[in-house]
Each structure stands twice: as C-alpha cells, then as structure tokens.
C-alpha cells in the first residue's frame, strides 16, 4: 500500500554496500521503510526464512463469474520477511495459478480421430501444465524473502480455496489476477478466515510477477491492463493469444501431448473449488464459443488476445521461451516480443533449446543471477547496469550460450526458396524454377503415422509426403524468424489437413526443425471458411513455427509436405489425394547466409 502521513517521513535505509557498482534505492514518489544489502549489483540475503510471517488472506475482486451476487474472492498465502510486523516495507513478487490445488482426473478430452468439417458457403472476413500441491511452490519465496521481498501465491478464480469459475483467459480470470495488486495498492480490499479485513501495510506497491506456462500468460493478460503497482513480468513458456494455442489458421490442433484439449477442457481441469457445479453454465459458455467444429477465429478468441492490447503495458518484461516447445509453441513468443518492440516495452529474452520448462533447469546459476539483478532493478531501483546487458540471451543447438542485440537475427534475410519436381526427391532451389515441365507431386494423406515416422524414409514413403531438398550446403546457414510456405494444390474431396514440415536432412537422417498447419478452407480469412471444390487448385499461404536454428555445411535444408500431423491436428479418415503443383510453390525463410 502507498504510504501517506507520518509513513512519508520514514527514509529508506540501505545497508551499506560492498562494491562499487551498488547504488542505494531511489523513491521518486514515495519514502519507504526499506533495509537491504547489496552485493555486486543484487540484493543478498539478510533475513530469516525460519522467523518469515506466513498468512492467508481472500482478496475481493470486482468481477462475479460464478454468478451467485456477490464478488468473486481470490484466496492467497502470503510469506514475508518478520520485520514486516515492525515497519518494514518490501515490494511483492507474486504468481497467479490454477494448478495449486492439483487437477481433476481423470480428465476427458475430445476425440481427434473424426472427419474434417466441410464449409458449405463461400468465405468473407468479418494443459498446460502440471499441478502442484496448495501452499508456497517453486524457487522465488526460498530465494526473494531472504532478500527482502514478500511472496504471494494465490489461486485463480474457480480454483483451490478461491470462488468462481474458471474461464480460460477471458476479463474475469484477468480482474482476479489484478486484484491482488489492487489490495496491495490499498485498492481493493481482503479479508482473513474470520472475516476480518486485512491490509497490506508492509508492501511498497510495486509488484513483480512470474511464471511458467498458464502460470506466466496471467502475467502476460494483467500486464495489458496497465494496473499501477505492476512494475514487470517475467513470462515464461507463456501465451500471449489462446487461439494460437488451440488453432492454427483456422486448423483445430493441439498443444504438444495433449491431444483432445481445448479451453473447456482446461477449464473443467482446473476447477478445483468446492461446489463446482455452480460453474455448469460457464463451462457451457466456453464449449459454444471456442467453435471447435469450425476452427474459425471469433469474439470469444478475440477476447482472450492480449497481443492487440500490449499497447497498454506499462511493466517491463523478462520474456523466457523454449525453441523446442511444442505445448505453448513459439509463436506465442514470437508475436509478444514483435508486440513489446512495437510499443516500446523495456525487455530483455532468453531463449533456450529446451521445451515447456523453467529455465531454472536449464542454466540455474545465470538465471538466478539475471533474475536477481532483473527484480532489484524494477522493484527497488538498484542500478545494477541489467538493462545495459544485450538484450537476448540465446542458447545453440551444441548448448552453447551467445547474446544478441534484438530477435529476430538483424543479418537475417527473408530468401524465397522455390520447389521443384523430381523423379524421386524434390529439389529446393534459390533460384526460380521453369514451369515448362509442369511436373506435379500426389500424396496420399495416411493419419495413422506421425510425421516424425514419415520423414525417417523421404524417397520410401513418397506416396504420403512430397519432399523438396537444397543441394548441401556449402557453409552453415542460420534460420532466424518465421518461416513462411506458399502451396499451389487441389484435393480430390471438398477439405484436408495442410502441413509443412521444415527439416535438417544428412547422412545421419531427417530431423523436424519446426512445422506449420492450416485448414485449406480459411483460404483468405481466419475468421470465416469458405467452401473449395475438388479438384480445383489453389494457392495456400501460412505460417510455421517461429525459431532460430543454424543448419550445419553439408546438411540439406529441406521442405515436407504432408496432410495430416497425427500428433497435432484432427485426424480424419485416411486417403485424402493432394495434387501439389511445385514450380507454382515456394517457401520464404528469413536467412543468415
């Protein structure tokens, strides 16, 4: 809470500290009580986890999502250093999550093995992660409150000890993450176990947030609301639009092991809170609106975007991804960073060759410092030069670790690569290709293997893919950016799953490098299908997954096409025929070459 009155005469006290670069904490409008130590440009730890003050606290918010008349309320543990209770002032770090009371199982998911939906009209515009037990998980309390902060982990609406309902990423599970930062700005108001009002007199106001996954996108979601207090967010692995978790260019797909999923699912996961049934209308709110049987974009995923609202953040942003995650894939940090940049975010990135995981356990020692010095410098105004630093920290394929100035690559060149028919592998080409010959490739859609099965064999299993190779490369070459595939093809039904495969190619095989879906019917608009007739061609344009990766000299970049990727789309009958014109098909890469 902001200090008023005799608060403002306390001055902010700074044990003294040990080397140059320390610099006492600033208050620019405010005066608080504070008391830490500085060592090589971070805070070090002078307070006691054992005497720390632990309290639970049920935070009003001002949405009713449960819909029973009165507010829903966030319940939340708290953990803070003992001198808190004798004048001490501390800012917050704090996580919002629906995973600490655990998950419903068994849980049911939507069967993918079914056929495609077919449009009839033509077309016009108009899990995340795993539960943990209740209490006070991961690493930020053990490390921070030594330190000097205070610790929150509270639980999101319709989950735990909170009330609500769960709604996957709309405005309702966004007001009750910015709750807690309005109690500890003295703007709403909370309540003990006996109904007894509490207030967070020992907090400065200034609030960090982190996490991982659905743990991280709440950060990402309170951020663009501009809520004073919230001073930065350390998203990792998280997303910054739901429809490019569940969807991909109007395609139903699926997060990386969770085949079946979509937000009610998720939602009825994670609601955790006692009556549940109270929620039956929301989660049947949620199931009409995703419009699983489309795949179109709607309001409902409109609504659950926070990329069109970044221009609203006022926190700095610690952006951590993995460029193997294939659960929240990397576009959803692809767009945030394009975003940030656009809207003059202060941010910094680490990107890592890991999948859906913190970087804690991925380069501990590094990451503790940087966030250290990232926390100190945002919520007690050391100046311990982080924002000096490059600002991305990229880790190689050989686990390697380098800085670059901004992401993606500046060297990097969009390059349009062209296909060519051959008799057995394609070829793919820097230079256009002559359509005298016009060759054509069919592949035969077979959803019973998965893409990793299909490209072991390229020229052995031609009759289900069409594959397209450079010669090998005579030095290495750098992908950094989005990958972008231009298919000129006609099917023999009305609809079928499009996907293109970016691959490494050598003597030791055929590796996925990233990959890219679209339902051919959002041909010109994600929000609406348009029916296309068999057996007529059209040209199909969509993104791959955004990543870095450096092929090596002697390795072959290479284009698949398949139809469907049976670990990540629908998965319909087999025996779809697409007919693919390759001298009218390309893909364009942005290249360090």
């Not at 339902?519 to 029916?531: C, E, G, L, R, Y």
Request: aromatic content about 10%; some cysteine; charged content about 25%.
């Amino acid at each position: 809470m902001k200090k008023t009155g005799l608060m403002l005469m306390l001055c902010a006290s700074l044990v003294v500290p040990t080397t140059a670069d320390a610099a006492p904490v600033s208050d620019t409008n405010d005066t608080y009580n504070t008391n830490i130590a500085i060592e090589n440009g971070m805070t070090q730890p002078i307070y006691s986890m054992d005497d720390a003050i632990q309290e639970e606290v049920y935070i009003e918010t001002t949405v009713d999502s449960d819909n029973d008349g009165e507010p829903d309320r966030v319940h939340a543990k708290i953990i803070r250093p003992a001198e808190t209770e004798q004048g001490l002032d501390v800012p917050v770090l704090y996580t919002m999550s629906p995973y600490y009371a655990g998950l419903n199982f068994p849980l049911e998911f939507y069967n993918v093995d079914q056929p495609l939906n077919v449009v009839n009209h033509p077309g016009k515009p108009l899990l995340t992660g795993q539960g943990n037990a209740a209490g006070l998980p991961g690493y930020l309390d053990d490390y921070f409150v030594p330190r000097g902060y205070a610790f929150i982990a509270a639980e999101s609406i319709g989950t735990g000890q909170s009330n609500g309902c769960p709604t996957t990423g709309d405005f309702q599970e966004v007001e009750g993450t910015k709750a807690v930062i309005d109690w500890l700005n003295g703007r709403a108001d909370a309540y003990n176990e006996n109904g007894e009002q509490v207030t967070a007199d020992w907090s400065t106001g200034k609030v960090g947030m982190a996490g991982v996954s659905y743990n991280g996108t709440l950060p990402n979601a309170v951020a663009t609301t501009g809520v004073d207090g919230l001073e930065t967010i350390v998203p990792i692995g998280a997303i910054s639009d739901w429809y490019d978790y569940y969807r991909s260019n109007g395609a139903v797909i699926a997060p990386g092991g969770y085949q079946g999923e979509d937000t009610d699912v998720l939602a009825k996961a994670v609601m955790t809170r006692e009556n549940p049934e109270v929620c039956a209308g929301q989660m049947e709110n949620l199931t009409e609106g995703q419009d699983r049987e489309t795949g179109d974009y709607n309001d409902y995923w409109y609504a659950r975007n926070y990329v069109k609202d970044a221009k609203n953040i006022e926190a700095s942003v610690l952006l951590v991804h993995g460029l193997n995650d294939w659960n929240v894939k990397t576009e959803q940090f692809q767009q945030w960073w394009e975003a940030l940049e656009k809207n003059n975010v202060p941010r910094k990135m680490w990107l890592h060759q890991k999948g859906h995981t913190d970087p804690y356990y991925v380069r501990q020692e590094a990451w503790m410092t940087t966030l250290n010095k990232w926390f100190d410098y945002w919520l007690y105004d050391v100046k311990n030069g982080i924002m000096d630093e490059p600002m991305v920290d990229i880790q190689r394929e050989d686990q390697s670790w380098e800085t670059m100035a901004d992401w993606p690559a500046e060297e990097a060149k969009e390059t349009k690569l062209h296909f060519r028919a051959e008799e057995r592998i394609g070829s793919l080409s820097f230079s256009p290709v002559a359509n005298s010959r016009k060759k054509e490739d069919r592949i035969i859609d077979d959803p019973s293997r998965t893409a990793e099965t299909l490209v072991e064999d390229l020229n052995g299993n031609k009759a289900n893919l069409a594959a397209y190779l450079t010669e090998p490369l005579d030095k290495e070459m750098r992908l950094s950016g989005v990958p972008e595939v231009s298919l000129r093809a006609e099917f023999d039904r009305p609809t079928a799953n499009l996907t293109a495969l970016l691959v490494d190619h050598s003597k030791d095989g055929t590796e996925i490098i990233t990959r890219g879906w679209m339902d051919p019917q959002n041909i010109t608009s994600d929000w609406k299908a348009k029916s296309l007739s068999p057996g007529k061609e059209y040209t199909f344009q969509w993104d791959m997954q955004p990543d870095d990766y450096v092929f090596e000299s002697g390795h072959q970049l290479g284009v698949v096409i398949i139809s469907t990727d049976h670990d990540y789309t629908l998965r319909p009958e087999g025996g779809t025929t697409i007919t693919i014109n390759p001298a009218s098909s390309y893909i364009k890469l942005p290249l360090v070459r």
